[in-house]
């Protein structure tokens, strides 16, 4: 499997004295945001520290800078620049019962429904959706985010003017939600809206799903967008309150939009749900394996699926969060694969029996699962997003032996739920006044930007190689072209107050001005190893999902993207 390494920064060692002198040990250095009351103030505080300024950060008053481990900078406020893990698209594979067979239709009520009144839309946020097994006719022709020209998806990934799934992850979420043929998804009449983050290499910056999110309300009412599936995720720990991530899709939900949301594949240790899936709103799906029968009593959680609790409130702050809402099956589920696509190149074969199918297991699965779900109802009943969760809340089969901060309120069944009575159901008020910048919402990875080529070029911070941290975001300054500065900042106040429609969208009004466009993302050390500053490759620690030989063959990236057969 391709990687492309990321460099945190190499210390160097000053040689002093005769050359006969030993050079002292290099001192490790911390990458860190500073910011007072300007760049140029905390510019000059970290020179004094002995630091060393990357970059100016002027939306936050501030810098992103290389300082000392011992080095203090009094007067200002210094927060870790952590590396970004987008979870983006967390899944894995298992055998499940063993069996090629799906039946998570069954269990979850999708099947022997009443008609339905009209066609449900569902919006991917993911790595694309090819046109294969019939998928194709189902996806509906876009507004280009950069020209406003039709496309067959809003691609904000590094593979401009290609909407194919050159991943595969997509593609098979998409077959779970809407697929017909051998495998049905669960709603083969409904729709879907393509919205591509990333390429084959996987990887996709913070900033590059906030766009996407913020493009999926702005066209809603235009392409009839029901529901939101958002099969991703960072493990940021940063409060909900104040978290962009979360204001995005806190926008989508009271803009109508129903948010189904992965719980993570990080478990099986409780305080293991990704953002956004912490947030109080949107509807948080975790998995359980099905056993190959189509009922739910013999249902296990997933050892993969992440577990609250999230928050529990105080008097002072009584907002309490928790965490999963819903499962349901993601284990062993059988689904379309794309020729060609990564997941393919890299995964055993497959071992379905049955051409242009694949089995896969994760939150992802199961979140597209509830998607298909919630797209049914909404064919058959005239729900707001708050009533479709209290609906999928009341028709779930509940399991009594598991705590909620694992089930919720329990597997997903969209028959009960068409019954369930909604009234009096109320939401928690995340009270979300104002929100941080951007980089609090990275988790523990980072992305680069522009293709680097080489080591060497990604240690050398003039080689054109940059990271995409503090308040930079992945969206470039001008189309096509690596010009200072390479990448546009993030504008939290435009981004969390301005409005959100198709005339906004084209003068790209969080990165000062610029048009949208999508820069090249390439992949980060996902598992197995990451790149240290003492220049050298150190072992990483992978997730518990995809170390049990129930759960496949671990490959390298299987820690957000799983292991596939």
């Known amino acids: 499997m391709r990687r492309a390494l990321f460099a945190l920064g190499v210390a160097l060692a000053l040689v002093t004295g005769a050359a006969a002198t030993a050079a002292p040990a290099p001192q490790r250095q911390h990458r860190v945001i500073v910011q007072g009351s300007s760049s140029a103030a905390a510019a000059t505080a970290v020179q004094r520290a002995g630091g060393e300024v990357l970059r100016r950060l002027d939306v936050v008053g501030g810098v992103a800078a290389e ?10 406020t210094v927060t870790p620049d952590q590396p970004l893990r987008p979870q983006s698209l967390d899944t ?62 809003a691609n904000f990934s590094s593979e401009a003017g290609d909407c194919a799934d050159n991943y595969g992850h997509g593609t098979f979420l998409a077959g779970l939600i809407a697929g017909g043929g051998d495998y049905p998804g669960m709603d083969p009449d409904a729709r879907l809206v393509s919205v591509k983050i990333a390429g084959r290499s996987g990887a996709a910056d913070t900033s590059s799903v906030l766009a996407a999110i913020q493009w999926v309300v702005s066209f809603k009412d235009q392409l009839g967008i029901d529901v939101l599936n958002l099969s991703l995720g960072t493990d940021s720990n940063h409060d909900f309150r104040k978290d962009p991530l979360n204001r995005a899709v806190e926008r989508a939900w009271r803009a109508g939009l129903v948010v189904v949301v992965a719980a993570s594949n990080r478990g099986p240790a409780q305080g293991t749900i990704s953002k956004p899936a912490d947030d109080p709103l949107v509807v948080t799906v975790g998995a359980v394996d099905d056993q190959g029968t189509s009922t739910a009593a013999d249902d ?47 995964a055993p074969p497959s071992s379905v029996g049955v051409a242009g199918y694949r089995r896969g297991s994760g939150t992802s699965q199961a979140t597209a699962v509830v998607s298909g779900a919630v797209a049914l109802l909404l064919e058959r009943r005239t729900l707001t997003p708050d009533e479709v969760k209290a609906a999928l809340y009341v028709g779930a089969h509940h399991m009594w032996s598991q705590p909620f901060s694992s089930v919720g309120a329990g597997i997903v069944d969209v028959a009960d739920s068409l019954d369930a009575d909604v009234h009096g159901f109320a939401q928690p008020d995340p009270r979300q006044d104002a929100f ?28 054109g190689c940059t990271v995409v941290s503090g308040q930079l975001t992945a969206l470039a300054t001008k189309k096509g072209v690596l010009a200072q500065p390479y990448l546009d900042a993030f504008d939290a106040t435009a981004y969390g107050t301005g409005t959100w429609d198709g005339q906004s969208w084209y003068a790209g009004q969080w990165v000062q001005g610029q048009s949208w466009y999508g820069q090249s993302w390439y992949g980060q050390s996902w598992y197995g190893q990451s790149w240290y500053e003492d220049g050298s490759a150190q072992p990483s620690t992978a997730p518990s999902e995809g170390t049990s030989t129930d759960f496949g063959t671990v490959l390298a990236g299987s820690a957000w993207y799983g292991v596939w057969r």
Request: aromatic residues 2%.
């Open 300 to 346: 296990t959680v997933a050892p993969f699926s992440g577990r609250g609790p999230v928050r529990e409130g105080t008097p002072d702050d009584p907002v309490t969060v928790r965490k999963p809402d819903v499962v349901a099956p993601g284990v062993g589920l059988v689904s379309l694969t794309v020729p060609g696509s990564h997941i393919e190149q890299t």
């Open 92 to 153: 894995g594979d298992s055998g499940g019962s063993g069996t090629a067979g799906n039946v998570y239709r069954q269990e979850t009520g999708a099947t022997g429904l009443p008609p339905a009144q009209r066609h449900s839309t569902v919006a991917l946020i993911d790595t694309g959706v090819s046109d294969v097994g019939g998928l194709g006719a189902k996806t509906l022709t876009v507004p280009d985010p950069v020209t406003g020209e039709p496309a067959p998806c």
């Open 436 to 463: 941080d910048g951007l980089d609090l919402s990275r988790g523990t990875e980072q992305v680069t930007s522009f293709s680097c080529g080489t080591l060497r070029a990604q240690l050398d911070k003039d080689a």
């Open 67 to 76: 300082l000392p481990a011992d080095a203090s900078v009094p007067g200002f």
